[in-house]
């Protein structure tokens, strides 16, 4: 298994709601990205995590509340969000933790802020 | 502050050609580049990747070609395929620190039959 999936991949909701975004890996890698990628923009980190603890936290908002349950998985909890957080989210993983290890990235989750 | 920069938003080229895409960096802390290929609805996928200490990689059909000196790189992709129309993301990683990658705009290449 060498992919790396992500639900839902549409998402809408209104300002007040509360959601969550998963990405799954089974390549057993230990670190684990989120990106957000507005469109015609290059995609830009958001959070790191490498052996299940935050490692990069790229100064988010705190309406952005990422998780790591375990090597597998992680989340990205989604609460008062704004309309200009509408954007792609894109998670990744690598085999190690230094800039020597590609990304493996999602496909992504289109989230619509309404 | 753009740190790496795609200056070509689309290039068109012919099947069987070169197709040259081309990257430049502000920072020379930068010390490890890579090339992403992003079709739509799906996430970028890995194609490349070269480390400062080298000038040149390649891997099949693709190159990647780095100047330090210029605060270059480029990718060339020989011969160009219909499949490989893409968004094409140069990367660069090291400047701060380990894991953070700062991607390019992007350069739409369409492979003309």
């Known amino acids: 298994d060498t992919e790396v999936t992500q639900t839902p991949k549409h998402l809408v909701m209104g300002m007040t709601n509360k959601k969550s975004l998963k990405c799954e890996q089974h390549?057993?890698?230990?670190?684990m990205y989120w990106y957000k990628q507005k469109a015609k923009k290059p995609p830009e980190l958001m959070f790191v995590?490498?052996?299940?603890?935050?490692?990069i936290n790229e100064s988010v908002p705190s309406r952005f509340s990422p998780e790591c349950p375990n090597s597998s998985l992680l989340n990205l909890h989604l609460h008062a969000l704004q309309p200009e957080d509408s954007a792609l989210y894109l998670c990744?993983?690598?085999?190690?933790?230094?800039?020597?290890?590609?990304?493996?990235f999602g496909p992504g989750t289109r989230l619509t802020v309404l | 502050d753009q740190q790496v920069k795609q200056n070509s938003p689309s290039l068109s080229v012919q099947e069987g050609r070169i197709s040259i895409l081309n990257c430049d960096y502000t920072?020379?802390?930068?010390?490890?580049f890579l090339w992403y290929k992003k079709y739509p609805a799906e996430g970028p996928t890995f194609l490349i990747s070269?480390?400062?200490?080298?000038d040149k990689n390649e891997d099949g059909r693709f190159t990647v070609f780095l100047n330090k000196s210029a605060k270059h790189l480029s990718l060339h992709i020989v011969p160009s395929q219909p499949g490989d129309s893409a968004v094409y993301f140069c990367?660069?990683?090291?400047?701060?620190?380990?894991?953070?990658?700062?991607f390019g705009q992007g350069t739409r290449l369409t492979i003309n039959p």
């Open positions: 390549m057993g890698h230990r670190a």
């Open positions: 995590y490498s052996y299940e603890k935050l490692s």
């Open positions: 990744a993983s690598s085999q190690g933790t230094t800039i020597y290890n590609e990304q493996f």
């Open positions: 990367a660069a990683s090291g400047a701060q620190g380990a894991q953070k990658l700062v």
């Open positions: 920072n020379s802390m930068f010390d490890y």
């Open positions: 070269i480390s400062s200490i080298k």
